[in-house]
């Protein structure tokens, strides 16, 4: 025999013992099972079908019984393992995968804890367990309609309120347990839309809005386009908003020579009013009053006297024009991180007779290295060489080494009758900052909007002296020093935000001399107009710089002589690297639940600084927002 079963063949003369019989050799080919068993030992069909089908079974102790089995069409190796389950499961077992790869067969009761998590429904014939989310319905309530369709030995855990179902069962029962899922987890909502002829669209949906309250189960989004109104509801709601918006919509055309006052909500009534008195003329009706608008400053309101076919057409101009303009958060992200390093190095001398000695004068100084030598020299030379005048050498050596940085090695002093000073002066410094700037500003669409944080610094413009030097006078103008962020926002299509910009950040250097007033400033400033996504951070500009300067100042001839050279010899190295970048990020907010979040989040933020820096943990911002 050539299939795995080939040792199983029997005959009707141990039918009590037959479990396998192979196919005809033509069916043997083609490699078919044929089933036939009476009353065979459960477990040695276990073993059978772990030979064909070349899996390894784990099997439970309390795993007895026999088991008959009749087949008249050959069976493939898959089709052997699910007859197997079938056979398993019929007699009150359950056939579970592993995680190692092995099946393990037990008691259906209670299986259900070792059943393996899957995605979708399972392996046909094993148990498996699931989760099925839900969107609308109740997790307890859907469980309802579920429990009876599971398995006696399924296990089905729902908590009420919450939106997640964990089912065990076999992979049928979980097919139908999502069926009915999808079937019932909709909001059972429509829509319908309503042609208003009387009222304003923006009016009535205000009223529905409110009729609703904020967690109502239908809302109102009005289109003033055409002055229609959307109702998103259950069919029972829409059925209840019907009369209402009937009811509401009633009324004719406003009597002739009658008086509008229309409350603004939104728009500014001034801007309203003088777009109005340019549409007046094209109203004008010959043999009657001509039509005339005003407008109330302190309620915000427009008032119109015209007649009822004109007021009801302006009244429709005010509420497009009336609507809630969308704002833009504008934030700014300026980053900057600069290295500087420079390193000094130089030797002054002199040499100089003293009393009468003719020694010659010879000495380097060099205007960029501190101390000035001469004065070194001066100071020691003028001390005299009395003993009593010789004490202030000291003194004067040292006023003239103030200032000085880094390390210094040197001498000074008379040697007989010759003066003689020297000073070896080397520093290094190394600065880095690493800067990080986040102004924001928010505004309404198409409305400028600054934000400046620093200070007002005066520059002196001009100055002067009167005659004899009396009455002296200086003019400055003060300067505004920070960061500075002017924008224009304005939204398009698409929620591509039109963004002109304008970002500057300025600080103090120092003075301009040492012995001036003046100030010199760091100024970094980009003005330009980009288009941005809604939420999407751009690149506006930025600066990456690598400036290395080496100076070197020296006597000429001596200095470029070798080795020695370096004593007629001052260098100085400076590399100052800059990266400069600024980013900018639009964010568009539609309305109050935009808004929320983005409030929200930098009120957290403030929270956590002010308790991390008080003495108690408490945050003054929450005294000033709840008292």
């Given at each position: 025999?050539?299939?795995?079963?080939?040792?199983?063949?029997?005959?009707a003369?141990?039918?009590?013992?037959?479990?396998?019989v192979?196919?005809?050799?033509v069916?043997?080919?083609?490699?078919?099972?044929?089933?036939?068993?009476?009353?065979a030992?459960i477990?040695?069909?276990?073993?059978?079908?772990s030979?064909?089908?070349?899996?390894?079974?784990?099997?439970?102790?309390?795993?007895q019984g026999?088991v008959?089995?009749?087949?008249?069409q050959?069976?493939?190796?898959?089709?052997?393992?699910?007859?197997?389950?079938?056979?398993?499961r019929?007699?009150g077992?359950?056939?579970?995968?592993?995680?190692?790869?092995e099946?393990r067969?037990t008691?259906?009761?209670?299986?259900?804890?070792d059943?393996?998590?899957?995605?979708?429904s399972?392996?046909?014939?094993?148990?498996?367990?699931?989760?099925?989310r839900?969107n609308?319905?109740?997790?307890?309530?859907?469980?309802?309609?579920i429990?009876?369709?599971?398995?006696?030995?399924?296990?089905l855990?729902?908590?009420?309120g919450?939106n997640?179902?964990?089912?065990t069962?076999?992979?049928?029962n979980?097919?139908?347990a999502r069926?009915?899922?999808?079937?019932?987890d909709?909001?059972?909502?429509?829509?319908?839309?309503?042609?208003?002829?009387?009222?304003?669209?923006l009016?009535?949906?205000?009223a529905?809005?409110?009729?609703?309250g904020?967690r109502?189960?239908y809302?109102?989004?009005?289109?003033?386009?055409?002055?229609?109104?959307?109702?998103?509801?259950?069919?029972?709601?829409i059925?209840?908003?019907?009369?209402?918006?009937s009811?509401?919509?009633r009324?004719?055309?406003t009597?002739?020579g009658?008086?509008?006052?229309?409350?603004?909500?939104?728009a500014?009534?001034?801007?309203?009013?003088?777009?109005?008195?340019k549409?007046?003329?094209s109203y004008?009706?010959e043999?009657?009053?001509?039509?005339?608008?005003?407008?109330?400053?302190?309620?915000?309101?427009?008032?119109?006297?015209?007649?009822?076919?004109?007021?009801?057409?302006?009244?429709?101009?005010?509420?497009?024009?009336?609507q809630?303009?969308?704002?833009?958060?504008?934030?700014?992200?300026?980053?900057?991180?600069?290295?500087?390093?420079?390193?000094?190095?130089?030797?002054q001398?002199?040499?100089?007779?003293?009393?009468?000695?003719?020694?010659?004068?010879?000495?380097?100084?060099?205007s960029?290295?501190?101390?000035?030598?001469?004065?070194?020299?001066?100071?020691?030379?003028?001390?005299?060489?009395?003993?009593?005048t010789?004490?202030?050498?000291?003194?004067a050596?040292?006023?003239?080494?103030?200032?000085?940085?880094?390390?210094?090695?040197?001498?000074?002093?008379?040697?007989?009758n010759?003066?003689?000073?020297v000073?070896l002066?080397?520093v290094?410094?190394?600065d880095?900052?690493?800067?990080?700037s986040?102004?924001?500003?928010?505004?309404?669409?198409?409305?400028?909007?600054?934000?400046?944080v620093?200070?007002e610094?005066?520059?002196t413009?001009?100055?002067?002296?009167?005659?004899?030097?009396?009455?002296?006078?200086r003019?400055?103008?003060?300067q505004?020093?920070g960061?500075?962020l002017e924008?224009?926002p304005q939204?398009?299509?698409g929620?591509v935000?039109?963004?002109?910009i304008?970002?500057?950040v300025?600080?103090i250097s120092?003075a301009l001399?040492?012995?001036?007033?003046?100030?010199?400033?760091?100024?970094?400033?980009?003005?330009?107009?980009?288009?941005?996504n809604?939420?999407e951070?751009?690149?506006?500009?930025g600066?990456?710089?690598?400036?290395?300067?080496l100076?070197?100042?020296?006597?000429?001839l001596?200095?470029d002589?070798?080795?020695i050279?370096?004593?007629?010899q001052?260098?100085?190295?400076s590399?100052?690297k800059?990266?400069?970048m600024?980013?900018?990020?639009?964010?568009?907010i539609?309305?109050?639940?935009?808004?929320?979040p983005?409030?929200?989040?930098?009120l957290?933020?403030?929270?956590?600084?002010?308790?991390?820096n008080?003495?108690d943990?408490?945050?003054?911002?929450?005294m000033?927002?709840?008292?």
């Open positions: 025999m050539k299939q795995s079963l080939k040792h199983l063949a029997f005959g003369a141990f039918t009590a013992a037959s479990l396998f192979t196919a005809a050799p069916m043997a080919q083609n490699g078919g099972h044929l089933i036939t068993m009476q009353q030992d477990r040695a069909f276990i073993d059978d079908v030979v064909v089908t070349g899996k390894t079974f784990l099997v439970d102790p309390r795993v026999k008959t089995i009749s087949s008249e050959n069976l493939s190796k898959a089709e052997v393992f699910a007859v197997f389950k079938d056979v398993m019929l007699h077992y359950a056939v579970t995968r592993t995680a190692t790869g099946y067969i008691l259906l009761q209670g299986a259900a804890q059943a393996p998590f899957v995605q979708n399972g392996y046909n014939g094993t148990l498996a367990t699931t989760i099925i839900l609308y319905v109740d997790a307890a309530e859907a469980a309802k309609l429990k009876p369709v599971m398995h006696s030995q399924g296990v855990t729902a908590t009420s919450g997640i179902i964990v089912v069962d076999f992979p049928e979980l097919r139908k069926e009915i899922v999808s079937a019932m909709t909001d059972g909502k429509v829509m319908e839309t309503v042609q208003l002829s009387q009222i304003s669209a009016d009535a949906e205000d529905i809005n409110k009729i609703a904020p109502g189960s809302r109102a989004i009005a289109i003033p386009g055409n002055n229609s109104l959307i109702l998103e509801g259950t069919t029972a709601d059925a209840r908003l019907r009369p209402i918006i009811q509401m919509d009324g004719g055309i009597p002739r009658a008086v509008s006052v229309i409350s603004l909500r939104f500014d009534g001034e801007q309203i009013a003088k777009i109005l008195e549409l007046l003329p004008n009706i043999g009657q009053p001509s039509p005339t608008v005003a407008f109330d400053v302190e309620s915000n309101s427009i008032i119109i006297s015209a007649s009822g076919e004109t007021q009801q057409a302006l009244s429709g101009v005010i509420r497009r024009l009336d809630r303009r969308p704002q833009v958060l504008v934030e700014a992200i300026i980053v900057e991180v600069s290295d500087t390093a420079t390193k000094d190095l130089g030797l001398f002199a040499l100089a007779g003293a009393n009468g000695n003719s020694v010659p004068f010879v000495g380097t100084n060099y960029r290295q501190a101390p000035n030598i001469l004065s070194l020299t001066g100071a020691v030379a003028t001390a005299g060489t009395d003993g009593a010789n004490a202030n050498i000291p003194s050596a040292l006023n003239s080494l103030f200032g000085l940085d880094g390390g210094i090695l040197g001498g000074a002093g008379l040697s007989g010759t003066l003689f000073s000073v002066n080397a290094e410094t190394d880095n900052s690493n800067v990080l986040t102004p924001f500003v928010t505004t309404m669409d198409n409305v400028p909007a600054t934000f400046l620093g200070q610094i005066p520059i413009t001009g100055e002067s002296l009167g005659g004899n030097n009396l009455n002296p006078f003019t400055f103008e003060r505004d020093v960061i500075k924008v224009l939204i398009s299509e929620d935000v039109r963004l002109t304008s970002q500057e300025s600080s120092g001399t040492g012995v001036s007033t003046d100030f010199v400033l760091n100024k970094r400033e980009i003005s330009t107009t980009v288009l941005a809604d939420g951070v751009i690149v506006l500009g600066l990456i710089q690598d400036d290395e300067q100076d070197i100042d020296k006597v000429p001596l200095g002589a070798p080795v050279g370096r004593l007629f001052s260098r100085g190295k590399r100052v800059t990266n400069l600024v980013f900018l990020r639009p964010t568009i539609r309305n109050a639940e935009d808004a929320r983005i409030t929200q989040e930098r957290r933020t403030m929270r956590e600084y002010q308790s991390q008080s003495e943990g408490t945050a003054k911002l929450d000033a927002i709840d008292p």
